[in-house]
């Protein structure tokens, strides 16, 4: 996805780490992509700065 700079998925705590350019791409977007491809997205998203 364009605006998405890097991704850690760790598999033990079933967590992914996604990194992304704000300014290209929202949150939105993101989470309606991964559930087009059929993956599971549960929780809310937790932000980093």
Known sequence: MQGVTAVEANPVSQTTTVTFDDSKIKVK????ELRNERYTVLGEPKYIK
Do not use: G, N, V
């Open 29 to 32: 977007d993101i989470l309606r």
